[in-house]
């Protein structure tokens, strides 16, 4: 098999911008969202859409984006697979840059999650696994799907709903700090306990919040990205993986099978062990999701993963900060 620490340091990051705001946009539909992040992002790294020859996104395909942003690629990635998908296409665009299939690969998401501008309808269809297996019994949106393993994960190992609340209130203190940040107002564990029940035991802070907005990645090779004027980041280690698209259908509970072994990819290419990371950025759809990736990744004990919140620990002033931009949650 192909050693994966070959791609270690082979690609940079040039360009990275959001849209100009993130909330509740109504002047831009979703491809249009998709469309400024990537322009602010392209400005970033002072190239145009005509220097692009990579497109990757998930929600609309990567053909409509192309399309949007006259740019007719040599290298497309569709990969869609939920949060995580642009964070695959950071990986599947170093392999193909490496592999010389693209030189400057556009990364960009664009979301009207909140306006509802330019969206296609969701659901689970009656002939999908979903729409027969778990839709009659009101698992639907996203609350209902994530509050199946939380509760399990809650009675196995004694956490209980003031420790998952921690990690809202945690996540705010990042927030408040963040200008940019959609919600600023400190909150208190008994806030995220009194917030609407959505779906016990989410209430409406435990869960991430629905705005409208997007951002964009540009990558380049290592060699190209000397020549920029802004100083690259470059891609060390990533990871992929997925498990179930029905949670019915989870292995385990307890735990994300599919964290564990893209976990282990990303340490396992960038050659450093957990000891190396004294800062993350965890994907907070609900409370338990960075709780669940701590313990995933070796960071913490199976069931300790709400202590980094409830201690302090991953707000501003502790030892390891998480989400510092305020997260799905805040921000």
């Known amino acids: 098999?192909?050693?994966?620490?070959?791609?270690?340091?082979?690609?940079?990051?040039?360009?990275?911008?959001?849209?100009?705001?993130?909330?509740?946009?109504?002047?831009?539909?979703?491809i249009g969202l998709h469309a400024e992040a990537a322009l602010n992002a392209?400005?970033?790294?002072?190239?145009?859409?005509s220097d692009v020859d990579g497109v990757a996104t998930a929600g609309p395909s990567p053909a409509l984006v192309a399309e949007y942003l006259g740019i007719i690629p040599r290298y497309v990635d569709g990969t869609s697979v939920g949060g995580c998908s642009f964070l695959i296409h950071v990986r599947h665009a170093a392999a193909a840059i490496a592999a010389g299939?693209?030189?400057?690969?556009?990364?960009?998401?664009?979301?009207?999650g909140r306006s509802r501008i330019g969206v296609a309808g969701q659901g689970?269809?009656?002939?999908?696994?979903a729409g027969q297996?778990?839709?009659?019994?009101?698992?639907?949106?996203?609350?209902?799907?994530?509050?199946?393993?939380?509760?399990?994960y809650m009675k196995?190992?004694?956490?209980?709903?003031?420790?998952?609340?921690?990690?809202?209130?945690?996540?705010?203190?990042?927030?408040?700090?963040?200008?940019?940040?959609?919600?600023?107002d400190p909150i208190t564990v008994d806030d995220v306990l009194t917030s609407r029940l959505i779906c016990w035991p989410l209430h409406l802070l435990n869960c991430c919040l629905v705005t409208d907005g997007g951002g964009a990645l540009v990558l380049v090779s290592e060699e190209r990205a000397r020549d920029f004027p802004k100083k690259p980041v470059y891609v060390l280690g990533a990871g992929e993986s997925v498990e179930v698209a029905n949670v019915s259908m989870m292995r385990d509970f307890h735990e994300s099978k599919a964290y564990q072994v893209a976990g282990a990819n990303a340490f396992r290419m960038a050659g450093v062990g957990i000891d190396a990371i004294d800062h993350t950025m965890l994907y907070d759809a609900f409370t338990h999701t960075p709780v669940y990736m701590l313990e995933a990744l070796g960071i913490a004990q199976p069931g300790e993963g709400t202590s980094f919140f409830e201690s302090g620990r991953a707000a501003p002033g502790g030892d390891f900060p998480i989400n510092t931009n305020g997260g799905g949650l805040s921000y």
Do not use: C
């Open 101 to 112: 299939l693209a030189d400057v690969v556009l990364i960009t998401h664009g979301e009207s």
């Open 1 to 30: 098999m192909p050693d994966p620490t070959s791609l270690r340091h082979r690609v940079a990051v040039v360009g990275a911008a959001e849209t100009d705001s993130v909330g509740v946009r109504p002047d831009r539909s979703m």
């Open 133 to 152: 297996f778990q839709a009659p019994y009101g698992v639907g949106g996203p609350p209902t799907m994530f509050s199946i393993p939380v509760a399990r």
């Open 42 to 49: 392209l400005a970033d790294a002072g190239l145009k859409p």
């Open 124 to 129: 689970p269809a009656p002939g999908q696994p």
């Open 156 to 184: 196995r190992f004694g956490v209980t709903e003031e420790q998952l609340a921690s990690v809202a209130v945690s996540t705010r203190k990042w927030a408040s700090l963040n200008p940019r940040a959609a919600m600023r």
